[in-house]
């Protein structure tokens, strides 16, 4: 379809309209008709383009006009009445992420409260890992693409501080910038979204299952139209926001002792390429029997546990109060700063999914750092 998409403003002064446009907003003057007495004129802002026509009276509307931070008073949002009546909103482009301030609280959210997925964006099912947030710094999502198939994305790119996707079951072909031709993730791999970098979800093995967490909660997707994928170029180095991008793979990736005594742990290599922001790890439980497990202690802004298979109880001390918690397969607890824990009635296939910021903010406590221990 050929043409432009404009906004009709009936007014009952046309040239006092076009001079508010072009003299306070900075709008372009684009079209006069007709010369001797304009009736009709057509001014225009970026993409947007505003068709001001004579008439009896005037017919207040209201617009929305993005000006970059240098033309917009101070980058502040402002309201500004045209002299027919219609209320402009302008606001500053935003161009940098806003993370709002980090008020963390325990939250434990087991599968049976609730057990429902909504609809999300591209026909997906999200479920809420963590209810409130934190205040909207961050957000952890457990997502469902029950039919499989190809889904129905499109190139698009977040603007985001953190964000990381970890398969939970069954199998999804993606594609990123920069990274070479498609590929396929498998249960227990995970990828490293940098800030901005395009990407696709192609298809997925029907069940497909995904733990995504990201900060802050509440950010922008936005849809690439100009850049196609896979790109002609393949940069495995390129920085991205200052993080590059990790491609997590399961099965060829080595276990080595955790800090949790009784635990082996899969370090995923996004601590490195977050230099330091972030650390994703997956903790798997010995085949050795541990009578005792080291306390653990939360130093940093951020520590969110999944269980991946098996379960397990959580002994939780937090503020002077002690609270336990059973937890199994797809239940996430999120640790405030601060938080001491340990964990017991470990079952031998636990698995869990550990995502803390900033990287080694989990600690064991003094006194109970745990002993070296084999994978056998």
């Not at 940098?194 to 093995?205: D, G, Y």
């Not at 299952?209 to 922008?220: L, Y």
């Not at 170029?233 to 800090?259: I, L, Y």
């Amino acid at each position: 379809m050929d043409g432009s998409l404009e906004t009709v403003l009936e007014c009952a002064d046309v040239a006092a309209m076009v001079e508010f446009f072009t003299v306070e907003l900075g709008c372009r003057l684009e079209l006069v008709t007709p010369a001797d007495d304009p009736r009709e004129c057509v001014v225009s802002h970026g993409a947007v383009r505003i068709h001001l026509v004579r008439s009896s009276r005037d017919v207040p509307g209201r617009l929305r006009l993005t000006q970059s931070a240098a033309s917009s008073s101070g980058g502040e949002q402002a309201l500004v009445t045209a002299p027919n009546g219609t209320i402009v909103e302008v606001v500053a482009a935003q161009h940098e992420t806003m993370v709002p301030r980090n008020r963390p609280s325990l939250s434990v959210v087991r599968v049976t409260d609730g057990d429902a997925f909504g609809k999300g964006r591209a026909g997906m099912g999200y479920r809420d890992l963590l209810p409130d947030r934190w205040g909207g710094r961050f957000i952890a999502s457990h997502i469902l693409i029950a039919d499989g198939g190809n889904v129905e994305d499109y190139v698009h790119f977040h603007r985001v501080r953190f964000q990381m996707i970890f398969v939970v079951a069954g199998w999804v072909e993606v594609v990123y910038e920069d990274q070479g031709e498609p590929f396929r993730m498998v249960a227990g791999d995970c990828v490293l979204q940098p800030p901005e970098i395009r990407h696709r979800v192609l298809r997925s093995s029907p069940g497909l299952e995904v733990i995504e967490v990201g900060c802050p909660a509440e950010h922008d997707t936005l849809v690439e139209h100009e850049i196609t994928l896979p790109t002609a170029t393949t940069d495995p180095e390129r920085v991205f926001g200052g993080q590059r991008f990790v491609r997590h793979v399961a099965a060829v990736s080595a276990q080595t002792p955790s800090a949790t005594s009784g635990f082996l742990s899969r370090d995923t290599g996004i601590a490195e390429a977050t230099d330091g922001l972030a650390d994703v790890q997956v903790l798997t439980r010995t085949r050795r029997p541990v009578e005792e497990l080291s306390e653990m202690v939360h130093l940093g802004e951020f520590a969110l546990y999944v269980v991946l298979t098996g379960s397990a109880r959580l002994t939780i001390n937090l503020d002077g109060d002690q609270r336990m918690e059973l937890i199994g397969p797809r239940d996430a607890v999120a640790m405030p700063p601060g938080s001491h824990w340990s964990w017991d009635l470990c079952s031998h296939d636990l698995a869990v999914l550990q995502v803390v910021l900033p990287s080694g903010c989990v600690v064991p406590v003094a006194g109970t750092e745990p002993e070296q221990i084999d994978a056998r």
